[in-house]
């Protein structure tokens, strides 16, 4: 079965502190790997994809092929971090994505 | 360019009643992809249309249709409202495939 899993409903930290997002994936082959973000009274938006190996407002997601994860990371988070995130996977040759159930990010002063 | 609209942003049904949703995507994207997002779910994929014909469909029943229209906007219609179909209604639009999803506003529909 395709699945995405977000084990938190909720994560609060305070600013300055590090921030992990935990995502795993069941998905017998190689898929594509987002994660999608949703700040307050915005739509949704695409923050980072695995195939750019980017970092995007200072976060990072590694594919960990052997744990099936692909946890967000942030090194110090920002007030500004505050908002939904959803780990999304892409079956190979579709453009479909297969959404966990969001995780809520706080991050207090 | 004010991105993927949706029409209306709200909606209430009753039970066995219709309802058609409305798309316009973003400026020189051709592929408009719905998804339905219920109350603490993150989105499911509804279906894909590209060149006016339904290209992808996850797992809804035959309750869910679409079509997309010669400018590349798109509607979904949903017949014979169960209570269970009250989510919100979320358009995506991308230029071809595998390439980036920009999403709409979303519309909530709510069966009483």
């Known amino acids: 079965a395709q699945r995405v899993t977000q084990p938190e409903k909720l994560l609060s930290v305070f600013k300055g502190a590090p921030v992990e997002l935990k995502c795993n994936y069941s998905y017998s082959g190689s898929p594509e790997l987002f994660w999608y973000v949703q700040y307050s009274r915005q739509r949704l938006q695409l923050l980072l994809r695995?195939?750019s190996r980017e970092s995007i407002k200072g976060f990072t997601a590694d594919l960990n092929k052997g744990e099936t994860s692909f946890h967000l990371k942030k090194p110090f988070a920002q007030e500004e971090d505050s908002a939904m995130y959803y780990c999304a996977l892409s079956p190979l040759n579709t453009d479909k994505l297969i959404f966990g159930t969001g995780t809520r990010l706080q991050v207090f002063p | 360019d004010a991105g993927v609209t949706q029409s209306p942003t709200h909606l209430i049904k009753t039970r066995g009643q219709q309802v058609t949703l409305r798309c316009s995507p973003k400026?020189?994207?051709?592929?408009v992809s719905w998804y339905q997002q219920a109350l603490g779910q993150g989105p499911q994929f509804i279906f894909q249309?590209?060149?006016?014909?339904?290209?992808q469909r996850g797992n809804f029943p035959d309750r869910f249709s679409g079509h997309q229209f010669p400018n590349y906007s798109s509607e979904l219609n949903v017949n014979a409202l169960l209570l269970g179909d009250s989510a919100l209604y979320l358009c995506?639009?991308?230029?071809?495939?595998?390439?980036?999803?920009?999403f709409g506003p979303g519309t909530r529909l709510t069966v009483l």
């Open positions: 995506a639009s991308s230029s071809g495939t595998g390439t980036r999803l920009y």
């Open positions: 695995h195939i």
């Open positions: 400026s020189g994207h051709d592929t």
């Open positions: 249309y590209y060149e006016e014909e339904e290209r």
